[in-house]
């Protein structure tokens, strides 16, 4: 069997639910839906959706985590999740076209997708694509996680994530529709000096995309 860790696609991409805004920590340790995936599928099968957000981050690491405790002999290689990443130009439908065509093997790929993005409210943790999408198994693990759950996860295990985040952004698209979110904006009375808190900080979840134009 092998033992390479799938494998992520990094795209360059140019709904409330009850409990959206839940804090309480996610049960990490069972990570069904990734179990499952890797039940269903070879690992020359699967591949990771990775744009660079605190979403796809989260995931990756319980993908990593997943996998290293079904394959305990495999070996990052001085790596941190030892991945072999393609970089995908272009709208993701073009892209994700592309991707598959040059690698017709994938069956699956593991997104990082919540019910709070758009168009994603009645997504199940498995589900084909749409019509008129190149025709592939979509994989949501976080599927029923909120904003601050992320959060969470994400500092409580002192995970990289994009410095963005930092700065004010909670919701990051490409350079043209994303800015910092006002919800968090800082202005000096003294100076009148502007800053933003970092995202973590944002207790509105329903707020989240505001910064998106």
Known sequence: MET?????????????HAGACSSH???????????????????SEVCVSFNGGKDCSALLH???????????????????YDLELWTVPGPVRSGLKMALNEHPEIKAILMGTRR??????????????DDGWPSVMRVSPILDWSYQQVWLFLRQLNLPYCNLYD??????GNRGNTQPNAALRVID???????YRPAYLLHDCMAERQGRL
């Open 62 to 80: 319980l993908i990593h985590a997943a996998w290293t405790k079904r394959n305990k002999g495999s070996t990052t290689d001085g790596l941190r």
């Open 25 to 43: 920590q996610p049960d990490v340790l069972k990570h069904k839906t990734i179990e499952e995936c890797l039940s269903r599928y070879q690992p």
């Open 189 to 195: 009375p003294a100076t009148g000096l502007e800053t």
């Open 167 to 172: 700065k004010g952004y909670t919701s990051v």
């Open 116 to 129: 709070s993005d758009p168009h994603s409210a009645n997504l199940q943790a498995f589900q084909m694509t």
């Open 4 to 16: 390479t860790v799938p494998r992520a696609i990094k795209c360059k991409a140019g709904q409330s």
